[in-house]
């Protein structure tokens, strides 16, 4: 036979050998893969399960606490948010279990994407060798080498082929990076997201054990007397608004211009909602509550918003910046203000407030990035229920300032502000 159509043979039966051994695997990795997805789908159907679950037991909360403020009812509510937090947990572990196995499935199709790479690299080197070897020899002596023109232009389209296989091989070795680099990156992302997710965990587990201490302490302070449960709501009611007084008086004397032209301008999108699912239980303003209740506000009205948010939702930074600084007035005074709070000083000049909190995630001088996870909503503070109070200032006007109050007999940290400093958070968000 010709030199040349051997050579071209010896590369068919190469690359014929090479195809056998790359095929071998694929079953292998097939059922690996088959059997992954089959576990990553069931796992969605627990965790649909779980969502289901904890969407009943909110709907428990939110009509428990809407009954009438008793103390079997603020004891129904606390075992109510430790049941629902458990199932936080629940959910928060099979999520966990979800993503070591997407992660799992990552590595498998990075793994194979590795060894098609490699296997297309063999091929090529040996399509490059057979076509060194075709090329090697002349148009000349090609030509002698024939017994015919046909059989020359047919070493010569064979040649083309070749080449052609080069092309083909190159475009696709492209791809099968392109495609590795991709499942690289959200193999990352997943990564990320376990990390995230294991914070998360920690994070409910720490609340479930406050809100039992919670639990615990008022059945103790209260003896488990309804009695004694209602001087204490008239004595943190009569003290709150002692202290809301002393905060007007204080305010007050604060002077501030503010220059309008150095605040965003006013338009959704400004702010982030702090809430993934805002519903606005209070408006700024002397909203219908402040209006009834103006002993509460020293008259001045409602400095923000309330948002629902049960014991554990996620309150996420309405834009980036850094904390000013954090705090909790019921260390100093249980039950009268804003209980766990954060203040985050913004570059448009905003500052925003989140109160309530039952766990702070952030501390004084951290850059915080949009959207950032900086605390769980509460029932701190004086409230009539868990939910998110949320301020805007003006971030001149703003001061955190040391309180000596007269009421609670202590110094309480906490954010200052004239009224002109408190702007309306639905002009930003």
């Not at 095929?23 to 159907?45: Q, T, W, Y």
């Not at 506000?297 to 409602?302: A, D, F, P």
């Not at 009268?336 to 501390?363: C, E, M, P, Q, R």
């Not at 703003?398 to 502000?417: D, E």
Request: hydrophobic share 35%; with cysteine.
């Amino acid at each position: 036979m010709r030199g040349v159509n051997l050579k071209i043979l010896g590369f068919l039966v190469a690359l014929i050998i090479i195809s056998a051994l790359t095929a071998r695997p694929v079953c292998v990795f097939a059922a690996g893969i088959d059997e992954l997805r089959a576990k990553i789908n069931d796992n969605n159907n627990q965790i649909a399960a779980i969502q289901k679950e904890i969407e009943e037991l909110q709907k428990q909360l939110d009509k428990t606490g809407q009954d009438k403020k008793s103390l079997n009812n603020q004891i129904a509510q606390l075992s109510a948010t430790v049941k629902k937090l458990r199932a936080d947990i629940k959910l928060t572990e099979k999520k966990i279990s979800q993503a070591n196995l997407v992660i799992e499935e990552f590595n498998l199709e990075i793994k194979s994407k590795e060894e098609k790479i490699a296997d297309s690299k063999r091929v090529l080197a040996e399509l490059f060798r057979s076509m060194n070897e075709a090329e090697s020899q002349s148009l000349v002596e090609v030509l002698l080498a024939n017994n015919s023109l046909s059989d020359f232009f047919g070493d010569i389209e064979r040649t083309k082929n070749l080449q052609n296989s080069i092309n083909v091989n190159l475009g696709q070795l492209k791809e099968l990076k392109d495609d590795l680099q991709t499942q690289e990156a959200k193999k990352e992302a997943e990564k990320k997201k376990l990390q995230n997710l294991h914070s998360s965990l920690g994070d409910q587990k720490s609340l479930v054990e406050t809100q039992k201490g919670a639990k615990n302490t008022l059945l103790r302070e209260t003896k488990s007397k309804e009695s004694t449960y209602k001087k204490l709501l008239a004595d943190r009611m009569a003290k709150q608004q002692a202290l809301e007084n002393e905060i007007s008086v204080i305010e007050q004397q604060i002077r501030v211009e503010i220059d309008p032209n150095s605040l965003p301008q006013t338009g959704s999108g400004v702010l982030l909602w702090p809430v993934d699912i805002p519903i606005i239980t209070q408006y700024f303003g002397n909203t219908p509550f402040a209006t009834q209740n103006p002993q509460i506000y020293g008259g001045k009205g409602h400095n923000g918003i309330d948002l629902r948010a049960s014991v554990g939702t996620p309150i996420k930074s309405a834009q980036t910046g850094v904390v000013t600084d954090t705090g909790n007035t019921d260390a100093y005074c249980n039950g009268v203000s804003y209980g766990k709070w954060v203040l985050i000083k913004h570059d448009n000049n905003l500052s925003t407030l989140y109160a309530h909190l039952s766990l702070i995630k952030v501390s004084p001088g951290e850059t915080v990035q949009i959207g950032q996870i900086i605390g769980y909503s509460g029932d701190t503070g004086y409230t009539t229920g868990p939910h998110l109070h949320f301020t805007v200032f003006a971030t001149p006007a703003v001061s955190i300032g040391a309180l000596k109050s007269k009421i609670c007999g202590t110094t309480m940290k906490l954010p200052i502000s004239p009224y002109n400093g408190y702007l309306n958070p639905l002009s930003y968000l």
